[in-house]
């Protein structure tokens, strides 16, 4: 398992007075038998929270199609760097969601390989009284090195060869509902799913299994961008009130169920998540919770910009100007400013 580090405090009460598949949310038991409005049945671009009925396991199941495809679309990185990042954004949707409150998740990696650096972040929108209900917004970009890419020749690659040694960092900041709260694990592994489950074990000391897929895939429509990825995670208490024998075998069971599920089923856009749910755990009995959506969304702007570069010193204004005009283009969402440097004299 990978070595961790943790830094930062404890949450404040009010980020925890909820967790994120309590009870009093809104849920349903799948019935495949049942009305189509009974549950909502989605596709993409969505995050689904559920329990398993008397196993003790929760778990999140997500998809993102038209959101990652358009963030990938916007930076032309080649497959094996777009691969990373769809997988970087899937996880930042995926653990974002279970905000509880407004606040922002950034997921950070960075290694000393051909790929320097990938971020992903989701931004939670929430209501007058700070809760999320709806979702929120995702945006990423990654660094990488084109000669030292292309002497890897064409691949297949793993994490460790697109990024080499180094860490992936967590950062939770939920503004006056807690404090910030950030977490590094080192990236090890052929991908980033296992610093993903050392991040739950030392955050939440939860044992959790997850699988996630970031692939380009041709319905007939051309080819485009889609990841999805499946969460389980061991509720505690189970082995003290069954016994430990008893909640191992539910925890293995949920496991063994889980491992079945194909790669073209989690990016297929014919099969609803819910289905995905059903084929899976439907002899047990699959209860899921009201979906969290998942939109594409940059926070930079022409007056947040403009504002920074008024910071800097007139004589480093002069210098980045190009023809008495200063250019800037966000990393995220590839938008170029412009400002004529008269504006700031």
Known sequence: MARARWCGTKRKTASTCKRPFSCGASASLIDMSSELEAVERVNAD???????????????IARLDEVVDDIIARHDYPDAVS????????YAALLGSMMKFEGI????ASGDGPVSVVVADYAAAAGADGSVSIGGVVRGYARYDEARLAALGDGPFDLGML???GRLVFTLDQGQYAERYQGIVEL????LDRAVRAYFLNSEQLPSEIIAHCAKVDDGNGPRWR????????????????????????????RALMQSVRRDEMLDPALSLHDILYRLFHEDGVRVFAPSHVALGCRCS??????????????????MAEENVISATCEFCKTE?????????
């Open 302 to 319: 022409e007056d947040r910009l403009r504002l920074i570069i008024s910071s800097f010193s007139e004589e480093e204004r002069s210098d």
């Open 337 to 345: 400013y412009r400002f004529l440097l008269s504006e700031f004299n």
């Open 227 to 254: 990841a999805a990825c499946l969460l389980i995670q061991h509720l505690p208490g189970g082995g003290k009130i069954r016994g430990d024998d008893v909640a191992e075998e539910n925890w293995q069971h949920v």
């Open 105 to 108: 998740f950034t997921l950070q």
């Open 188 to 191: 090890t592994g052929a991908s």
């Open 46 to 60: 969505v995050v689904v929270p559920f329990t398993i009925e008397g196993r003790d396991v929760r778990g999140r």
């Open 163 to 165: 990024m080499g040694q």
């Open 83 to 90: 691969a990373l990042l769809g997988e970087a954004l899937l």
